[in-house]
């Protein structure tokens, strides 16, 4: 099985193509932010552990995660949010490991993580035998994030800077591909359909054993714990 980064800039279309990656061509895909949630629901290790080390304030009565809480403790407090990272990145790192070989067991050749600051954390990088960045040029960024949000240039280009530049991910050694998205929706579909194909393609009848580095590599990282993803 190959494990595939896939990542992009806010308003790319990287949402467009996981949906695609699931819909049609049935590629498991593990989404980081939904895993980044679902690890702090109420009753789980990280919810606990949090309840302990930032105290009962940011836990809601329901017993669910009070982000705007948890918020004021570590945005000016960089040693606060270490600690929460610390509490994050193990529970985060353990879940994507068990969606990873989940895939593997279900005998998939492909198996995508959607990361959107996979270049930020960097901590999954070594993990992923192919990194795609989906791109799109600058002025169409803000024009389809501006219709999307109905904000105006200036904060849809506030957001825009707020992540890591484009161009940085498309250089970045570990990019292996750039699906560019500033064409229509059935182009894009047709750049999936090749990028798909040359995956498969390329994962060949072997998929399961080369990959199986990788996922003790993964096993290994969820025991010890990254605090930085």
């Not at 080369?210 to 025991?223: D, F, V």
Request: proline share 4%; glycine share 8%; charged share 25%.
């Amino acid at each position: 099985m190959k494990i595939v980064g896939l990542t992009g800039g806010i308003a790319s279309g990287k949402s467009t193509v996981t949906a695609e990656l699931v819909s049609k061509y049935k590629i498991p895909v593990i989404d980081c932010d939904l895993i980044s949630r679902k690890v702090v629901l109420p009753g789980t290790p990280a919810i606990n552990e949090i309840r302990k080390t930032f105290g009962k304030k940011v836990i809601k009565d329901d017993g669910s995660l009070n982000r705007p809480a948890l918020g004021e403790i570590i945005f000016n407090d960089k040693s606060q949010n270490t600690k929460l990272g610390k509490i994050m990145g193990p529970a985060i790192q353990k879940q994507i490991v068990w969606e990873v070989v989940m895939a593997f067991i279900q005998g998939h050749q492909i198996c995508v993580i959607d990361a959107p600051t996979l270049y930020e954390t960097k901590s999954l990088i070594q993990f992923c035998g192919e990194i795609i960045v989906v791109a799109v040029d600058d002025e169409i960024q803000l024009k389809r994030l501006m219709n999307r949000d109905k904000s105006t240039k200036e904060e849809a280009m506030a957001r825009v800077k707020s992540q890591l530049p484009t161009k940085i991910k498309i250089n970045h050694p570990s990019t292996t591909e750039v699906l560019y998205n500033n064409g229509s929706y059935r182009d894009l579909q047709i750049a999936v359909s090749k990028m798909v194909e040359r995956l498969k393609s390329r994962a060949g009848i072997l998929h399961r054993v080369l990959t199986l580095p990788g996922i003790l590599l993964l096993l290994g990282a969820s025991i010890y714990g990254y605090s930085n993803l």
